[in-house]
């Protein structure tokens, strides 16, 4: 059988910050020429701090606010009477999920499997709505592509050590071939899940869809990583601090990793060395 070329996207919180940045992803990725896209999402702008902090109160207060962004977001985007009401049933049960995990607490203290779930809503809500919107503009895209999941829970297997999640490079490879059973088309993953080793939920960290791009673009032997997101590249020095500063237009392998390795924000510093 012939072998995909792969591209990867991925998007971050600020890119899916509300409907109508979600209508310019949609557009970028209609833009796209590959027949075989994978898209990596965040959480929209704001979720992961505002679940963080449920997390923290054992209460829904602080998501109630994009609770009713999350709302308007799908009234804006869907048109679909029954696609409208499949988005709201599965919101509804995520959030009752939260509930029924408090209410169960014995010892006061959630387990890390369970914190993993509810910290991950954020990516599960982006990556559904964007599955939703997508498949209802198929019209639009002109290589009318096929909209599918990847659910990153059965692809990234990975074990914690003191410097962070390590990849099970061998179980993530079969978990991706066993997920991966679509011909062709634009494939859709919530970045910042995994399942450990013990096959119990996890995630790759705060700010960790830019390592699951980079596992998921070296798992399918991507062409090409794009990193979508509010600024215009990797610069010569933080503009908010260096007048002049330039966007810096290629750059090594090595010069990214060092970037990273020292701060630089615009590079995730576990990114780097899939794709190397």
Wanted: proline share 3%; charged share 20%.
């Amino acid at each position: 059988m012939k072998e995909k070329n792969w591209q990867v996207y991925k998007f971050g919180g600020t890119s899916l910050a509300d409907g109508t940045c979600l209508e310019r992803v949609c557009a970028l990725i209609h833009q796209n020429s590959s027949s075989n896209l994978i898209v990596v999402v965040s959480a929209m702008a704001g979720v992961t701090d505002s679940l963080s902090k449920v997390l923290q109160t054992k209460n829904l207060e602080p998501i109630k606010p994009f609770m009713a962004l999350y709302q308007q977001t799908i009234e804006k985007l869907i048109n679909n009477p029954a696609v409208i009401r499949s988005l709201e049933d599965s919101f509804a049960s995520d959030i009752r999920r939260i509930e029924q995990i408090f209410a169960s607490l014995e010892s006061g203290q959630l387990s890390h499997a369970e914190t993993s779930i509810i910290i991950g809503f954020g990516e599960v809500w982006s990556s559904r709505l964007l599955i939703s919107f997508l498949a209802e503009n198929n019209s639009q895209d002109p290589l009318k592509r096929e909209i599918h999941e990847l659910n990153a829970h059965k692809i990234i297997n990975v074990s914690h050590g003191d410097m962070g999640p390590i990849v099970d490079w061998n179980k993530s490879k079969l978990g991706f071939e066993k997920e991966n059973n679509k011909t062709t088309g634009i494939f859709v993953m919530g970045g910042f899940l995994a399942t450990d080793l013990d096959t119990n939920p996890t995630t790759l960290g705060r700010n960790g869809s830019d390592f699951s791009a980079s596992i998921i673009a070296s798992l399918s032997n991507a062409e090409s990583v794009t990193i979508w997101t509010d600024v215009d590249g990797v610069m010569t020095g933080d503009p908010n601090q260096v007048s002049g500063a330039k966007i810096i237009s290629q750059m090594s392998y090595d010069e990214a990793a060092e970037l990273a390795y020292f701060g630089a924000k615009v590079i995730h510093p576990k990114m780097m060395s899939p794709l190397i």
